[in-house]
């Protein structure tokens, strides 16, 4: 009863966001590659002046090298704009954890930007983040599954 209480009250700001990687809409993807790489981010949130106008995450950059390998000619100095995704989904911060867990859960998403009253992105609700927020709820739980839980024993054990 506490979890679903917990779930349907707390907001996003509970569940471990990271701090947004942001980077102009004019970067190119060769630059924006390498941020992703030294900040060990998945994805990056395109903003053009003040407003959030895009995403590019690894499954984008993952399916454009694949398209580079089989012979696509990417130009990896055009800017990310012509790369990225421009529909971002995001969530208010005042959204609740169960509510950002549906809106990921429907969409196939593995990172939420999360955005203020002014629409600018104040954080990233990750999938390994509400990992960590419902290992806070059950510690009992999550610490003590054996290491495969639906493993089944070949034989007895024992005498």
Same mark, same amino acid.
Request: charged share 15%; hydrophobic share 40%; aromatic share 6%.
């Given at each position: 009863m506490d979890f679903q209480l917990n779930l349907n009250s707390e907001t996003v700001d509970h569940a471990y966001l990271g701090q947004p990687l942001m980077a102009s809409a004019e970067t190119s993807l060769r630059e924006v590659?390498? +941020?992703?790489? =030294?900040?060990?981010? @998945? @994805? +990056?949130? *395109?903003?053009? =002046?003040?407003?959030? %106008?895009?995403i590019f995450t690894e499954r984008d950059a993952l399916r454009l090298m694949a398209a580079d390998a089989k012979g696509g000619q990417v130009d990896y100095d055009?800017? *990310?704009?012509?790369?990225?995704q421009t529909e971002v989904?995001?969530?208010?911060?005042?959204?609740?954890? @169960? =509510?950002? +867990?549906r809106v990921m859960s429907e969409g196939g998403y593995r990172r939420l930007p999360v955005i203020n009253s002014e629409k600018l992105p104040?954080?990233?609700?990750? %999938?390994?983040? *509400?990992?960590? #927020?419902? %290992?806070?709820?059950?510690?009992? %739980? *999550? #610490?003590?599954?054996?290491?495969?839980?639906r493993h089944a024993a070949g034989e007895r054990e024992g005498a």
């Open positions: 590659l390498q +941020i992703l790489r =030294e900040q060990h981010q @998945g @994805g +990056i949130l *395109i903003q053009k =002046e003040d407003a959030l %106008v895009g055009q800017p *990310i704009k012509n790369f990225m989904v995001s969530v208010a911060d005042k959204t609740t954890v @169960g =509510e950002s +867990i104040t954080g990233v609700l990750t %999938v390994s983040g *509400i990992l960590h #927020y419902l %290992v806070d709820h059950f510690p009992q %739980v *999550i #610490y003590t599954l054996p290491p495969k839980p």
